[in-house]
């Protein structure tokens, strides 16, 4: 697959910004340069950088300066530039996307990400490719937005027992009636939801990562909202030794404290998320793509999905790796990844044979062929020892081998090997 040549990404970031974007990074650059360089003569190092350098550096200045303004962005979607379009390997549009290391906190995206358009989705223009793709963002960045906003705070009782009480994401849907203790907001799926604010609160409104007054969210609107819950401090606190034995309680909803509107329509949100995939760097081998895709867990299969590899070491070092099959035996497989690079990854037990033979009949019934074989695309989970050959993977390494889908039309619940 051929790679998007920087210069010419760069064009097409600055010809599809908007010009509030534009006006920003322009003010950015200006506050840059009367910061950082007062005296003139220190700031001529940078004309000696060549053109891509040149470009890059401004790049990266706006982004780690945007929390100098953030007051007046504050919404990472803003960040989401179109650099490239392609049709790769399998024959797929694939669109190249910055920005995406301003979507989410607790995620280390990359700068530059890739997004897939599925085999059946109806025909998409640029800018709504872009739109499913800020949508993605808009999603990731509020995964932390109740928790910088609603602190998670702890209390104890009499007893010594202690609670948590947080705020999260709750119901995502059409806004139909909105005041200061109460709302009613009719999900995807269902039927329309009535809910209260806690005793003694009232909602507070946001809208592109700023708070606005409650007449600003209107009745037709897509709202995020978010509640407060609370739970014991052992729900937190167990160890992970314990997991398997210990029994969690049910958070107790608390009531609504907030509602975010959405900065497009509901569809962006959910049944037009399907027509992408996302293709982030894989972890452990950042030299190489991962497409995160739906999948069917081949091995280990021994107690059903989600089962263990009793063979597993905890390596030091986690990688994950995706690509084709390209030879199989009943327990080693050769895999290509999207760069080309061959990784031999072996399994005990004769898994692939197992899984082939036990395992994909009842997928069959549903219309889905389920088998490994030359051509299949797999994903692989695996721990590696310190200064050892990535691509060599042994049974002791292997977390999990997934077989990769492409889920198609969730209307007509079609699906295929990826």
């Known amino acids: 697959m051929n790679d998007v040549r920087f210069d010419a990404t760069l064009v097409a970031a600055a010809k599809r910004r908007s010009d509030d974007t534009n006006t920003f990074a322009t003010t950015t650059m200006k506050r840059i340069t009367a910061i950082a360089s007062p005296d003139p003569k220190p700031r001529r190092w940078i004309f000696r950088l060549h053109k891509p350098a040149l470009a890059l550096a401004a790049f990266v200045a706006v982004v780690l300066l945007g929390s100098a303004v953030y007051a007046a962005v504050h919404f990472a979607p803003a960040f989401i530039q179109m650099l490239g379009k392609e049709k790769n390997s399998r024959g797929a549009t694939e669109y190249s996307v910055s920005g995406f290391m301003q979507c989410a906190e607790r995620n280390s995206e990359p700068a530059t990400n890739r997004f897939e358009i599925k085999s059946d989705a109806p025909h998409l223009s640029d800018d709504e490719v872009h739109k499913i793709i800020q949508a993605k963002c808009e999603l990731k960045w509020l995964e932390t937005f109740p928790e910088n906003h609603w602190p998670k705070q702890s209390t104890s009782d009499r007893k010594g027992g202690k609670t948590v009480t947080y705020a999260r994401l709750d119901v995502l849907g059409t806004l139909d009636s909105l005041s200061p203790n109460a709302l009613t907001i009719t999900p995807p799926y269902t039927g329309t939801k009535p809910f209260m604010t806690q005793h003694g609160e009232t909602i507070k409104t946001y809208a592109s990562g700023e708070e606005v007054n409650l007449s600003a969210i209107k009745k037709g609107d897509a709202v995020f909202t978010i509640a407060r819950f609370s739970e014991p401090a052992n729900n937190w606190d167990t160890?992970?030794?314990?997991?398997?034995?210990?029994?969690?309680?049910?958070?107790?909803?608390?009531?609504?404290?907030?509602?975010?509107?959405?900065?497009?329509?509901?569809?962006?949100?959910?049944?037009?998320?399907?027509?992408?995939?996302?293709?982030?760097?894989?972890?452990?081998?950042?030299?190489?793509?991962?497409?995160?895709?739906?999948?069917?867990?081949?091995?280990?299969?021994?107690?059903?999905?989600?089962?263990?590899?009793?063979?597993?070491?905890?390596?030091?070092?986690?990688?994950?790796?995706?690509?084709?099959?390209?030879?199989?035996?009943?327990?080693?497989?050769?895999?290509?990844?999207?760069?080309?690079?061959?990784?031999?990854?072996?399994?005990?037990?004769?898994?692939?044979?197992?899984?082939?033979?036990?395992?994909?009949?009842?997928?069959?019934?549903?219309?889905?062929?389920?088998?490994?074989?030359?051509?299949?695309?797999?994903?692989?989970?695996?721990?590696?020892?310190?200064?050892?050959?990535?691509?060599?993977?042994?049974?002791?390494?292997?977390?999990?081998?997934?077989?990769?889908?492409?889920?198609?039309?969730?209307?007509?619940?079609?699906?295929?090997?990826?």
């Open 239 to 418: 160890p992970p030794s314990r997991m398997g034995t210990f029994q969690p309680e049910q958070p107790k909803p608390l009531g609504i404290v907030g509602v975010f509107k959405l900065s497009l329509p509901l569809a962006y949100y959910t049944e037009k998320q399907s027509y992408i995939t996302e293709i982030p760097e894989c972890e452990g081998n950042t030299d190489e793509l991962c497409p995160q895709t739906p999948s069917i867990d081949v091995y280990p299969r021994t107690g059903g999905e989600g089962a263990t590899n009793p063979y597993h070491h905890d390596y030091a070092v986690y990688r994950e790796i995706s690509g084709e099959v390209t030879t199989l035996t009943s327990d080693t497989l050769t895999l290509k990844s999207r760069s080309g690079k061959l990784y031999s990854v072996t399994v005990g037990d004769d898994g692939f044979e197992a899984y082939n033979r036990d395992f994909t009949a009842p997928y069959a019934q549903d219309g889905i062929d389920a088998h490994l074989k030359v051509g299949s695309r797999v994903a692989i989970r695996y721990t590696q020892p310190k200064e050892s050959d990535p691509t060599k993977i042994s049974k002791d390494q292997v977390q999990m081998v997934s077989l990769q889908l492409e889920a198609l039309n969730p209307k007509q619940g079609s699906v295929k090997q990826y």
